[in-house]
């Protein structure tokens, strides 16, 4: 079994970008649907967090 990603993200990461990242990997969320839920555009809900979903598309893949 998968470890939830709300267990690997850093304790420090504010509520609202762990959110983001859930909504991303776990809820399989579009940026669209991300924008959406925040109000702002597609374009800044892609840009908002280009290299943190790199990275924890890695570690909820590998479980590290």
């Given at each position: 079994?998968e470890?939830?990603?709300?267990?690997?993200?850093?304790?420090?990461?504010?509520?609202?970008?762990?959110?983001?990242?859930?909504?991303?990997?776990?809820?399989?969320?579009?940026?669209?649907?991300?924008?959406?839920?925040?109000?702002?555009?597609?374009?800044?809900?892609?840009?908002?967090?280009?290299?943190?979903?790199?990275?924890v598309?890695?570690?909820?893949?590998?479980?590290?």
């Open positions: 079994p470890t939830p990603l709300e267990e690997l993200l850093p304790q420090k990461l504010p509520q609202a970008d762990r959110d983001i990242l859930i909504w991303r990997f776990e809820q399989d969320l579009s940026y669209r649907e991300i924008a959406d839920r925040l109000e702002i555009s597609e374009s800044i809900a892609a840009a908002a967090y280009p290299e943190q979903f790199h990275d598309e890695n570690l909820s893949k590998t479980g590290n």
